[in-house]
């Protein structure tokens, strides 16, 4: 039976009926990386660092025996001898594989059309999809890969625009064009090119301006979200793409250093020199709130909250924040007396030239916060952005006493307690009494249910319900507020609605594409929609807009990890956080599964003294994993751990 490695989009080993077989990970990596190699060989040495970086040489050789060992037991099953080796040698059986790897010299033996329809279809979908790898020699290597493969595509549309194209291979030229921008959007010679075949520099600009805008996913998953509530219970399925989006829906996101150029923010959490201390309370929620609202911005990039909190109590380091995290702007804001009223002076600092771009003072009466809170987001985005001062966030009517209850509420979420979740309810019912559609608080109202199932642990649907239906209000009353979608995901995520729940967190990232905490939920969610790939990527997202993140960002990545079988990797995010005991289990599952019993046995034993009842096949029946392989693969380390 032959067999294909696929490499575009999902790395699998397919079989000669098309199917995919199972296969370890590792060992397709293994395999991609030895078919470009010149004699299709590598040495252990060398594999071993590919795959595992500069770690520990004894251990990661270790390691790559027993991935070894798989493969070559898979390959007993499967009937077939891919992978074989002499002495300290690894070597590929070409002649048993083939593959979709692209390869120097083959350009010059097709024809140019299909040569370009080949390469159109392979990258639509990104290069080693669902792979993660921290290893900096995989890290150059698959850079090196997409480079070649952008000059592969640059040298075949160059090749066949310099024929005369039937109505069909225009179609493709075109395609193959957009596909060239996207990779070299700033290239010179690339934009040249695409004048001649677009034949017209004003549809190269439409261009520019349609790669610029978010992806179709907030339309699609509006709409979507819309069918639902309409009734609709058909089985999930893809959304449909529209005409406008068709070129672009398979494609890669932005390069890092795409992301880069835009100018980065911080809001410090205000300094409070006030006789007031329930002052500093709500300027503080102010400006959060603030912060939040302009995650929404495609063409600005925010420190979140959790973040700017931190840093903004350490004064000594945060030039080196600053430097490190490529800020640009800063908010430093401080509370104040002038003689009866209290106010909040705000002033923004372009960091790059310490230099004051703007500075106000704002009264703190509550009936004036709603009117403040406007004017520093608008005045703000006027001198960072003149796109954001266009957005009709800007132009949001509050109501100035539900935005008060709003923010006197929403201090109590910092710290989640039954009692608090209580607080926040009633602020957030007292909000609502006086704007039914404050959406804000809607969203908030939802999370309190939410969390108070998880708080409680037993089990009652009548609280996700719950908050199923106030999430649902929120979407309804704004369908561009990103929290609404948010606090649905996160309800139907907890009810086992997996594909839902996904559904949702697209679209709130989408809404909000900055928003640390937003990101940070969406990838807890493909971690139990068993998308562990998915979920890392966006967890690493998050932490780059909020490094000093709370402990569930680096909990999120560790339960990434282990699903992927990167178990030191696992126990590196866990030893992040600030409290590493909250992750005992898993950091127990982890160590059992690199073979070190005595360290799993270390947690097992903590675990067990504040939970003497815990049952492991009881607690796997509660936590929503959507794919049987990933409850097993958690079952496997808690046994071997000693649970």
């Given at each position: ?17 098309g199917?995919?077989?199972a ?7 293994l ?25 520990d ?12 060992s798989?493969?070559k ?6 009937g ?8 300290n ?8 594989l083939s593959?979709?790897i ?7 033996e ?5 040569r370009l ?27 090196e ?7 592969l595509?640059?040298?075949s549309v ?5 024929l005369?194209?039937?109505p ?13 921008f ?7 010679e690339?934009?040249?090119l695409?004048i ?19 992806r ?30 068709k ?20 809001l ?5 020199q ?31 909250p959790?973040s ?29 007396n ?19 771009v ?16 406007r ?19 800007l132009r ?19 710290r989640l ?8 309810r ?28 998880l ?13 199923e239906?106030?999430?649902?209000q929120?979407?309804g ?16 995520l907890?009810?086992?609605?997996f594909d ?22 969406y990838a ?11 979920a890392?990527?966006k ?28 178990f ?17 289990r898993?950091?127990?599952a982890?160590?059992?599964?690199l073979g070190?019993?005595?360290k799993?046995r ?8 504040g ?5 492991v096949?009881k ?12 409850k097993?693969?958690y079952?496997?380390g ?6």
């Amino acid at each position: 039976m032959a067999f294909v490695l696929k490499t575009f989009g999902r790395l699998q080993l397919i079989d000669g009926e098309g199917n995919a077989v199972a296969f370890p990970e590792k060992g397709l990596l293994l395999l991609a990386y030895l078919f470009t190699t010149d004699q299709a060989s590598a040495d252990r040495t060398t594999v071993a660092r590919f795959l595992w970086g500069e770690a520990d040489r004894d251990v990661a050789l270790s390691t790559l025996r027993k991935v070894i060992s798989r493969v070559k037991s898979r390959q007993d099953d499967l009937g077939v001898n891919i992978l074989s080796s002499q002495g300290n040698m690894l070597i590929l059986d070409r002649a048993a594989l083939s593959s979709d790897i692209l390869l120097a010299g083959e350009e010059d033996e097709v024809e140019p059309f299909s040569r370009l329809g080949q390469l159109v279809a392979l990258m639509n979908q990104p290069f080693l999809e669902p792979v993660h790898n921290h290893s900096r020699q995989f890290q150059r290597w698959l850079a090196e890969r997409e480079n070649f493969h952008n000059e592969l595509l640059a040298n075949s549309v160059r090749a066949a625009s310099q024929l005369t194209p039937s109505p069909k291979e225009s179609e493709l030229l075109r395609k193959a064009a957009v596909i060239l921008f996207r990779t070299e959007p700033k290239d010179p010679e690339t934009l040249q090119l695409l004048i001649r075949i677009f034949k017209a520099e004003g549809e190269v600009e439409s261009l520019r301006s349609y790669f610029e805008q978010r992806r179709n996913s907030t339309a699609r998953g509006i709409a979507a979200r819309r069918e639902s509530s309409e009734g609709d219970a058909r089985s999930p399925r893809p959304p449909s793409v529209s005409s406008t989006a068709k070129l672009e829906a398979a494609l890669p996101l932005e390069p890092e250093d795409m992301r880069i150029a835009v100018p980065r923010l911080v809001l410090l959490p205000p300094k409070n020199q006030s006789v007031r201390p329930q002052a500093g309370f709500l300027a503080a929620s102010l400006v959060e709130d603030i912060t939040i609202g302009f995650c929404v911005f495609n063409s600005l990039e925010v420190i979140a909250p959790y973040s700017a909190v931190q840093i903004g109590h350490q004064v000594e380091t945060q030039k080196v924040f600053f430097e490190r995290h490529r800020v640009n702007y800063i908010l430093d804001t401080r509370i104040s007396n002038i003689g009866d009223e209290v106010t909040l002076f705000a002033q923004l600092i372009f960091f790059d030239q310490n230099q004051i771009v703007w500075a106000e003072r704002f009264s703190l009466d509550r009936m004036d916060l709603a009117r403040d809170r406007r004017v520093v987001a608008r005045q703000i985005a006027l001198s960072v952005s003149s796109e954001i001062e266009r957005h009709e966030a800007l132009r949001e009517d509050l109501n100035p006493v539900a935005y008060h209850r709003y923010l006197v509420g929403r201090r109590h979420l910092a710290r989640l307690t039954l009692p608090n979740l209580r607080r926040v309810r009633k602020e957030m019912k007292a909000a609502l009494s006086v704007s039914p559609d404050f959406t804000p608080a809607l969203s908030s109202m939802a999370r309190t249910y939410s969390k108070e199932w998880l708080l409680t642990a037993r089990g009652d649907i009548d609280l996700l319900q719950l908050a199923e239906t106030f999430a649902k209000q929120a979407t309804g009353t704004r369908s561009d507020f990103a929290d609404g979608y948010r606090e649905l995901g996160v309800a139907k995520l907890l009810q086992g609605a997996f594909d839902e729940s996904a559904e949702a967190m697209e679209v709130a990232e989408s809404l909000a594409p900055h928003y640390a905490d937003v990101i940070a939920d969406y990838a807890d969610t493909l971690v139990h929609c068993s998308l562990p790939a998915m979920a890392l990527r966006k967890i690493e997202r998050a932490i780059e807009l909020n490094p000093l993140g709370p402990d569930t960002y680096f909990w999120t990545a560790a339960g990434a990890n282990y699903a992927l079988g990167e178990f030191e990797a696992s126990l590196d995010y866990i030893g992040q956080m600030a409290d590493p005991n909250l992750a005992d289990r898993l950091s127990a599952a982890s160590w059992a599964m690199l073979g070190h019993q005595d360290k799993a046995r270390i947690f097992v034993r903590r675990f067990r003294e504040g939970n003497p009842d815990f049952d492991v096949d009881k607690w796997l029946s509660a936590v929503p994993s959507k794919e049987q392989w990933h409850k097993d693969l958690y079952r496997e380390g808690l046994k071997k751990a000693g649970f």
